[in-house]
């Protein structure tokens, strides 16, 4: 019996020549990632059992991302613990205000993640890495601190779903277009504890930037980790950039898929997801008229600088609706920088919105763009659930960072071809 791409490389990490769906293994792990909510926890976990020692400190991350700088007294003691923690131990791979960015931005673009490495997070986004042909996948903080102590973690083997991907998108259409669709189309349990693997001729046409949205994306679905395989595009993005060789891991040819889907990228269009969860999509042309409040661009689903290049273009010598708060956030200190070299932040502040430092903040309800009982905001981020970005009244539309921007400009939910 052939395996998956995530198969193999549990195999690998299990030291076993196979592993089936289903099958329970204990891995090696190449990566343990917490921020600044969920390292707390962690750490607290540590050190009730007793570990004395981390498994090696060139594998732990930590970053600070989700309240700082830091938005109360709360979140500067947790910030406190981690950093505390981060100098007992001298974790290499721990970022601060000043050196931070949205950790599943940041992780790949410091070439901290690369192909065939088994990683574990303790944030659901950390399926992430797939984009670069890891496995990687979200968990809690009791195993984050005990992959942190040991290097290890437990997994049950997933089953797999294969998206093979036909021609490729039109202007305007991303990969956050893609992985909605394929969220309304299966339902956020369509993918309940499988490996959402892509493939096919389509993958090619997607920059490493639809690729990592895509990836972030497949837990919304229910997925144990998303997984694209490794190309000349993922090579040309690790190269000069990861710490050490990376592994391009392909699946066999008899490989078992729970289920097999083909997506014609040439037939998307740009693609909102309404209140109260991502599987409620429409298409641009089926949304109505629908006003808004607010707009977010960033978060570690679409906060990258493709995000941000396409957000400037349609913003260029327009004026954000008065009745609308833009709020754009790039997702690293690198991508802001390269936002001022390119021109992006005179557009955004010309055009009235207000630019972040990266942080994972109204994504999460936590600070820089909550919302008021009432209030609706097309957000690039990747949760809509009720309460989501403040009151549990208010209403969170996912969207592209094309539709987001246009939306910013009409006032209400539009399409860039629009306004």
Known sequence: MGMTMTQKILAAHAGLDEVKAGQLIRADLDMVLGNDITTPVAIREFEKAGFEGIFDREKISMVMDHFTPNKDIKSAEQCMTCRTFARRFDVENFYDVG???IEHALLPEQGIVKAGDCIIGADSHTCTYGALGAFSTGVGSTDMAVGMATGQAWFKVPEALKFELTGQLGENVTGKDVILHIIGMIGVDGALYKSMEFTGEGVKSLSMDDRLCIANMAIEAGGKNGIFPVDEITEEYMRGRVKGEWKAFQADETAEYAAEYTIDLSALKPTVSFPHLPENTRTIDEVGEVPIQQVVIGSCTNG???????????LEGKTVHRDVRAIIIPATQQVYKDCIRLGY?????????????PTCGPCLGGHMGILAEGERCVATT???FVGRMGHVKSEVYLASPAVA??????????GPDQI
């Open 345 to 357: 932040l005179d557009t955004f502040i010309d055009a009235g919105c207000v630019v972040s430092t």
């Open 99 to 101: 050196r931070m960015g």
């Open 405 to 414: 921007a246009a939306s910013a400009v009409a006032g209400k939910i539009a």
């Open 304 to 314: 990258r600088l493709e995000d941000m290049a396409m957000a400037a273009k349609i």
């Open 382 to 384: 990747n949760r809509n």
